[in-house]
């Protein structure tokens, strides 16, 4: 198995790990190409990449690109994706605007806007490190369990816990979208670098499964096990389930 496991003893020593990891890269390369998750868990994370900014760290040569965003959601919406990474990271970097690419949710067809962006990611040369999260389902990007590991960026349905988790964002769970655009499987396998960030016991038994269990679609983490290289960082509540000789 590939996966390198570094255990945190907490959330901010694992944000500020994973930005080592980035920094690192972007010190060897600095037009790499990033993948960048949202949500809590790389709140930290995203801190920590301003304040090496503000240390003096140039970003000005980056692309990004996202894993995901609702669908049918206007841009400037206060839950929307773009909205998220300008307000927690973008506006704070000297990353050209037109370098950050989140699919547009707000698009009247979202099967062409999937190819574009797919169309996009490979013009780019691919993506040098993605960060991930993962659902307590075990899901990364907003593949559901049983989404086939060879699906590229398309328009996907939400689980009921992934909604139930996400409202938490919104005013009122009737207001969470029921569908996203979302990077595949294969997209995210196709990366050459993945960290994936979990913290909270609530995230333990998806990491225990992802880690330890079967490479299955029922728990899209878990293809993770295939990639060549992938790091997860954890802090010891996401840890926790893990075996002992793992620990």
Do not use: W
Request: proline share 5%.
């Amino acid at each position: 198995m590939s996966l390198r496991i570094k255990i945190a003893k907490d959330y901010a020593e694992m944000s500020k790990l994973a930005a080592d990891l980035i920094i690192d890269l972007l010190n060897k390369k600095p037009t790499a190409v990033l993948g960048l998750a949202t949500g809590s868990t790389p709140l930290g994370l995203y801190e920590e990449l301003v304040r090496r900014h503000r240390a003096g760290h140039d970003f000005s040569q980056v692309t990004t690109f996202n894993l995901d965003e609702y669908y049918n959601l206007d841009h400037e919406h206060p839950a929307s994706y773009h909205h998220y990474m300008h307000e927690h990271l973008f506006q704070y970097l000297n990353i050209p605007s037109d370098h950050t690419n989140i699919p547009d949710g707000a698009t009247s067809d979202p099967a062409e806007e999937c190819r574009s962006y797919e169309a996009k990611i490979a013009a780019a040369g691919g993506i040098d490190l993605q960060i991930l999260g993962i659902g307590i389902n075990g899901h990364i990007g907003f593949n559901e369990p049983g989404t086939p590991f060879g699906s590229t960026t398309s328009l996907v349905n939400l689980a009921p816990a992934t909604i139930e988790a996400n409202s938490r964002f919104f005013e009122r769970k009737d207001d969470v979208p029921q569908q996203a655009l979302s990077m595949g499987i294969r997209s995210i396998m196709n990366c050459r670098g993945i960290i994936l960030l979990a913290n909270g016991e609530s995230k333990a038994n998806a990491i225990a499964a992802a880690v330890e269990g079967p490479v299955t679609e029922e728990l899209p983490a878990s293809v993770l096990q295939l990639h060549p290289d992938c790091t997860l960082i954890l802090d010891r509540k996401a840890a926790a389930k893990l075996t002992h000789s793992r620990c």
